[in-house]
T-cell receptor
Framework: AQSVTQLGSHVSVSEGALVLLRCNYS??????LFWYVQYPNQGLQLLLK??????LVKGINGFEAEFKKSETSFHLTKPSAHMSDAAEYFC????????????FGTGTRLLVSP | DSGVTQTPKHLITATGQRVTLRCSPR?????VYWYQQSLDQGLQFLIQ???????AKGNILERFSAQQFPDLHSELNLSSLELGDSALYFC????????????FGQGTRLTVV
């Protein structure tokens, strides 16, 4: 079975500060990993994905994530937070074999203060 | 705009009733997924269809059922509704059956009173 753990249900940063959202995964097969963002009253939007190519993945809105197999981690970072980054962020894991579903973490709400 | 359309956006109904949620996937996508998002359970995978056939099942209650039609749109049927079924229901679609990238609709917010 696959699972992801997101550390911290809420993360607060100041505008311009580094954003770091943590995600650790568990998977018995090579995983596909995703970060999605959900703005209030909106659906989920894909930020970036790892599908066994480059371990450092760049996404939209200046976000990036690094796949670290030894640490089973896929943390999301952004060098400088913007007020518009305030949202809920979900890490998800899937597999490249068979008809595998996306398994989501519990989400991390990012708060950005001026 | 993800290209995935869900209707209705909001639905209020009474306990014991039956409702149908509709999803139109992105043009060209053959795979449709249904997810339930609630405060206590988070985002839960319900069911996946690929080109009209059921491909994977998650934590879907027996009172719930889904289907994908020849034109690839999908419907999620929820019956004998309970207060605890109140949630945001998302549909997502992808080109292939495997989850390399799924695009989500805006969701249907179901409130059971």
């Amino acid at each position: 079975a696959q699972s992801v753990t997101q550390l911290g249900s809420h993360v607060s940063v100041s505008e311009g500060a580094l954003v770091l959202l943590r995600c650790n995964y568990s998977s018995s097969v090579p995983p596909y990993l995703f970060w999605y963002v959900q703005y209030p009253n909106q659906g989920l939007q894909l930020l970036l994905k790892y599908t066994s190519a480059a371990t450092l993945v760049k996404g939209i809105n200046g976000f990036e994530a690094e796949f670290k197999k030894s640490e089973t981690s896929f943390h999301l970072t952004k060098p400088s937070a913007h007020m518009s980054d305030a949202a809920e962020y979900f890490c998800a894991v899937s597999s490249n074999t068979g008809f595998q579903k996306l398994v989501f973490g519990t989400g991390t709400r990012l708060l950005v203060s001026p | 705009d993800s290209g995935v359309t869900q209707t209705p956006k909001h639905l209020i109904t009474a306990t014991g009733q039956r409702v149908t949620l509709r999803c139109s996937p992105r043009s060209g996508d053959l795979s449709v997924y249904w997810y339930q998002q609630s405060l206590d359970q988070g985002l839960q995978f319900l069911i996946q269809y690929y080109n009209g056939e059921e491909r994977a099942k998650g934590n879907i209650l027996e009172r719930f059922s889904a289907q994908q039609f020849p034109d690839l749109h999908s419907e999620l049927n929820l019956s004998s509704l309970e207060l605890g079924d109140s949630a945001l229901y998302f549909c997502a679609s992808s080109v292939v059956a495997q989850n390399t990238e799924a695009f989500f609709g805006q969701g249907t917010r179901l409130t059971v009173v």
